[in-house]
């Protein structure tokens, strides 16, 4: 047995018992616990949070525009866990997996609501006048100085992740396998040329960021779902079935089939909800830390705001990522994993360019999830030492990037989600002990609205 072997051997039991029964629960529960405090408002609400996408007032302090601010968190958040982290929820769990990611989006919308919600309330503003915020101020300011280690342990966890896990390694080592598969492109000149092009924006902070965020994740997102939807569309007579055999998985298991060894039910639950997690990020803390850049003076406001980046990402993106593999059948192929998954399923129908399609949807994916948490990490930092040593921070950020394309795909998914679940659970913690002040924040905001719905009324009437 080889050190990659022994390495990979203690990685996975280490993975086990962080994204064991304790903290799936924890997640959903949460979701779960919110959901009914906050009256179903991820359902009820979700036509207001999709008008406040383009229509936000935009007003109060905050370094960018609310829009900027979800894009800043798509960037993020729609990456390779919703290319590669779907395909290998499928590929390991079973059709079934996908139940389980809706599932916990469904509740994640609340949990992703109200860490919107606490962003704002507690932000504040660094020494270079930037604002700051996230799980780190709203555990400390909200639930007291005596949670400041709960704190400063999810801004360690959060520097872990945005270095050596969805930050740097799995994103650009996709981008590199991609290249390469395609393309023939050596991984180490891909990921080279990727951290150049990286330095290149973070080092302009926030607002470069943003403006790159801003374009680039509306443009990929049509994209990438309109590709899709070919996909699906022309193998419209699996679709049925692809359904069948997702409700039926998530609550019997999967049989062996092809290239597949079969799957159980807690193999369905635990990749499901674990690649639902590392795709939209809810519950995770990190969007949280964009929102409160965001210019907004009601904290609920731009809570649903940020609710529909994970009706975005995993409800839409995730679903049709999910569904082009199964209808297609390459879920039980065997030998392949990860992006050539769903490279597969778009060279079935698009056999000339659903490669090179689904390599560039992928690699702009993995480039602004590259720029969102660099700047998360960033925030973190400046939250435990303040802004001497940011820039130190981008370069070795940059550092990490470069050495993407050298590393083996197993040990990065393993690490990255390791660290996730470490960053998860003081954020949780935090939403849990301050759920009084978001349902508090909810009611003065929908007062809000009625109050100005009335006077708009008025208004009309005295027009008329």
């Given at each position: ?52 996408i ?27 866990g ?28 609340a949990?992703?609501?109200?860490e919107?919600?606490?962003a704002i ?10 604002v700051?915020g ?5 555990i ?8 400041k ?6 801004a360690?966890s ?27 492109v050596d ?6 040329i ?9 080092f ?59 799957a ?23 969007a949280?830390?964009?929102a ?13 705001i ?9 409800i ?28 597969m ?75 996730n679940?470490?960053?998860?659970f ?21 007062d ?14 005295k027009?008329?």
């Amino acid at each position: 047995m080889d050190f990659f072997e022994v390495l990979l051997g203690v990685l996975n039991k280490v993975n086990d018992f962080v994204w064991g029964p304790p903290l799936l629960i924890l997640l959903v529960g949460t979701g779960l616990m919110l959901t009914i405090r906050l009256r179903l408002l991820q359902v009820i609400k979700l036509p207001k949070a999709i008008k406040l996408i383009f229509k936000a007032e935009n007003k109060g302090e905050g370094d960018i525009n609310s829009f900027a601010a979800l894009c800043t968190a798509l960037a993020a958040t729609v990456g390779t866990g919703n290319i590669v982290g779907v395909a290998t929820a499928i590929t390991s769990g079973g059709p079934g997996a996908l139940f389980w990611m809706w599932l916990a989006a469904f509740f994640g919308m609340a949990t992703k609501y109200a860490e919107g919600v606490l962003a704002i309330k507690y932000r504040g503003v660094d020494s270079n006048g930037q604002v700051s915020g996230g799980p780190m101020y709203y555990i400390e300011k909200g639930l007291g100085k005596k949670f400041k280690p709960l704190a400063i342990f999810f801004a360690v966890s959060g520097i872990l992740v945005a270095l050596l896990g969805i930050g740097t390694f799995a994103q650009v080592n996709s981008i590199a396998s991609s290249i390469d598969t395609v393309l023939g492109v050596d991984p180490r000149l891909t990921s080279l040329i990727v951290a150049v092009l990286v330095g290149i924006i973070v080092f302009g902070g926030i607002q470069s960021i943003s403006k790159v965020a801003e374009k680039v994740v509306p443009f990929m997102a049509i994209v990438y779902i309109a590709i899709s939807l070919i996909i699906i569309g022309c193998n419209y007579q699996a679709i049925i079935p692809a359904f069948v055999s997702v409700f039926k998985g998530a609550f019997t298991g999967t049989a062996a089939v092809g290239g597949f060894l079969g799957a159980t039910v807690a193999q369905a639950i635990q990749k499901g909800i674990a690649r639902g997690v590392f795709s939209n990020e809810s519950g995770l803390g990190s969007a949280p830390i964009a929102a409160a850049a965001a210019k907004t003076e009601w904290p609920a406001e731009q809570g649903l705001i940020s609710m529909t980046g994970t009706f975005i990402d995993t409800i839409i993106i995730c679903t049709l990522t999910g569904l082009t593999i199964l209808v297609t059948g390459t879920w039980n192929l065997e030998g392949i994993s990860g992006a050539t998954v769903t490279q597969m399923s778009f060279s079935k129908v698009l056999p000339n360019v659903g490669p090179y399609l689904i390599m560039i949807c992928l690699c702009l994916f993995a480039f602004t999830t590259i720029l969102g948490w660099c700047y998360y990490g960033e925030r973190c930092l400046e939250y435990l030492a303040g802004v001497k040593g940011i820039k130190l921070y981008r370069g070795i950020f940059v550092a990490l990037i470069a050495m993407g394309g050298f590393l083996k795909l197993e040990v990065i998914w393993i690490l990255a989600d390791i660290v996730n679940g470490l960053m998860a659970f003081p954020n949780l913690i935090g939403l849990i002990g301050l759920s009084g002040v978001v349902a508090t924040e909810t009611k003065l905001y929908m007062d809000h609205l009625k109050e100005k719905e009335t006077l708009e009324k008025e208004a009309l009437k005295k027009v008329a």
